[in-house]
């Protein structure tokens, strides 16, 4: 089922041929023939830029609504035949998609202008090979960005205004990653700029780039038009940065403080016809909106365009201001707003599920839909399938039908397979029969508990432990002991932990986050330096295994004060299920 609502300027590309190229008011937007390929058409997210609009489906598949300079010029859509997407960041000249593997695939003039309609490998360009998996693109005006899993930012693109970090005298364009910074958490920008912010794991904030109308937040001393070194930022605002969204002139930032109400707040800085202020002045600094549209509300997600902000809230409220030339507020209307105004949104079909839509300003369109595909930071499934398509860490292999291999994981495998013997022997004359196509999906079956192909699953039901919730199986893994699947060791104070490496390399963002650094080399051995108690650290790991707390744990509140620190600075708090939410269920029904 899908809901995508469209309004803005309704050209480059015309996304609804008979509506006018200026849509004031949200109207529903559909795909052709989408009654009749509705599973298949599910919406994951919408992506826009100058380049055209994209949809991604549930399935991985995207397509392309070209643009056009022909105004006259029917749509066209093209499909993007790149497997496993996970996201997708247009820029002005450049496109970038991430897939589920940590690849990060381009095109465009700043990237490749010898091809430049030619998607290229850019993560595998890094120069360090132990720091290809990539876990966050953003694309700009003429530049990309790429955050890897060691946690570190690298610039690849124009540098002509300083926007990589160096100054544009020393490097103007790069088509190879350059480092940028080291220990970063966060990277922040927007399509329709020449700027970047990075966050570190300090939660320290730097920018650089275009400083028009001191949209960087730098202060009055800091006017420069160009900021051509990565400069922190002073000044930020109490509580946890979640999200920061520039314009061309202006920056919004989203926190979150969890001693205010409403909990999450907008602030922003830059030229004052879009900063929602309402003065003749521009801001230098990150300052709060205020808003009576706000009170006793939360912030439920907002997006930036080239100059217009929009707002929703858990109250249903969609709210925004900026520049209106095309109605891309929404309001039915063009007259720009300079402070927030609310806007009249159709009935949405799924408003019970207000937490499953969101919204994306790009250029001069908005759009408001519904997704509930868009997995929060560590669904546990998604890490599973993640895993079985990175190769290296992979120690059995089987034949398809016309010789390709398959690679899979004898832990797993161990596991999700019924105990009877010569699973494994059954498993592989399923493959030997199969092409390479339905032979990963019978592996992502196996690997999760979704039924990709009702036909496929047919087949491996009676060898896999189909009841079994992918939960339960972890939980047997954690709770085996035979040491020979235990080949790491975590070295603490009181004691050595030994767990599969596997699983830690499965989770390892999640551990680099809240208290470990797990690397992927050949070491088979760490030292856990945090202050978590024992029995923090073992809720803790049982949660990593199977997104869940033991039931004969009693939770006390030093427990959950000694863990909501490192949730929250390490903003666990996205995960899916949150461990901070089960600590709490389980405290108050316990009390």
């Not at 105004?71 to 093209?78: G, L, Y």
């Not at 899993?149 to 020393?170: F, H, K, P, R, V």
């Not at 830690?504 to 992927?520: A, D, K, N, Q």
């Not at 390490?570 to 600590?583: E, I, R, S």
Request: glycine content about 6%.
């Amino acid at each position: 089922m899908n809901e995508i609502i469209f309004f803005g300027r309704n050209l480059y590309p015309k996304l609804i041929k008979n509506e006018p190229d200026i849509i004031t008011k949200p109207i529903q937007f559909k795909f052709e023939n989408e009654n009749e390929n509705e599973n298949e058409k599910q919406i994951k997210q919408i992506f826009s830029g100058y380049s055209g609009t994209f949809f991604l489906f549930k399935n991985g598949k995207l397509i392309q609504y070209l643009k056009y300079l022909d105004s006259n010029k029917n749509i066209q859509t093209i499909k993007i035949e790149i497997e496993n997407i996970q996201k997708v960041f247009p820029g002005d000249n450049n496109v970038a998609i991430l897939t589920i593997e940590g690849n990060v695939f381009a095109k465009g003039i700043d990237i490749n202008p010898y091809n430049s309609n030619e998607f290229i490998n850019i993560s595998s360009l890094i120069e360090d090979t132990n720091d290809r998996i990539i876990q966050d693109v953003i694309c700009t005006m003429n530049s990309i960005y790429l955050l890897t899993s060691n946690q570190n930012a690298y610039g690849i693109g124009s540098n002509q205004y300083g926007q990589l970090g160096l100054d544009s005298e020393t490097l103007e364009k790069t088509q190879k990653p350059i480092l940028m910074m080291k220990n970063v958490s966060k990277i922040f920008s927007g399509s329709s700029s020449y700027s970047v912010f990075l966050l570190n794991s300090n939660q320290e904030l730097f920018g650089c780039g275009i400083n028009y109308n001191s949209k960087l937040g730098l202060g009055k001393s800091k006017k420069e038009e160009y900021i051509k070194k990565l400069t922190k930022i002073q000044n930020i605002p109490k509580g946890k940065i979640i999200d920061i969204q520039s314009g061309y002139s202006f920056s919004v930032m989203l926190i979150e403080d969890e001693n205010e109400n409403p909990k999450r707040k907008l602030y922003s800085c830059g030229v004052y016809e879009y900063n929602g202020f309402g003065k003749d002045q521009n801001t230098y600094e990150f300052t709060e909106i205020k808003s009576s549209l706000f009170e006793n509300d939360n912030i439920l997600d907002f997006s930036v365009g080239n100059a217009h902000t929009l707002i929703l809230t858990t109250n249903s409220k969609l709210i925004g201001f900026g520049d209106n030339y095309y109605g891309e507020l929404g309001n039915g209307n063009t007259n720009n707003q300079r402070i927030p105004i609310q806007i009249e949104l159709p009935k949405l079909r799924f408003n019970e599920n207000i937490f499953n839509y969101h919204i994306l300003c790009r250029n001069e369109k908005s759009f408001i839909y519904y997704s509930p595909f868009l997995s929060l930071f560590s669904n546990l499934e998604e890490d599973l399938i993640k895993l079985f398509r990175r190769k290296e860490f992979c120690d059995i292999s089987f034949k398809t039908k016309n010789g390709e291999i398959v690679e899979a994981h004898k832990l797993i495998l161990k596991y999700r397979l019924n105990e009877i013997q010569n699973q494994i022997e059954k498993l592989k004359e399923i493959i030997s029969n199969k092409s390479i196509k339905e032979s990963n999906q019978i592996f992502e079956m196996i690997y999760s508990n979704r039924i990709l192909n009702p036909k496929l699953y047919f087949e491996i039901k009676e060898i896999i432990n189909s009841n079994e919730k992918i939960e339960e199986t972890m939980k047997r893994i954690y709770l085996n002991e035979n040491e020979n699947e235990k080949d790491f060791i975590i070295e603490r104070k009181e004691k050595q932990y030994k767990f599969p490496k596997l699983i830690l390399i499965m989770r390892s963002e999640l551990y680099r986050g809240m208290f470990l650094s797990v690397t992927e080399d050949k070491s088979n051995k760490v030292t856990d330096y945090s202050e978590l108690s024992n029995k923090s650290f073992q809720i803790f790991e049982y949660w990593i295994y199977s997104n869940q707390i033991k039931d004969e744990i009693q939770i006390t509140q030093e427990i959950i004060d000694e863990l909501e620190t490192g949730i929250d600075y390490f903003q666990l708090n996205q995960t899916n299920p949150n461990l901070f939410d089960l600590l709490i269920n389980k405290f108050n029904n316990q009390n």
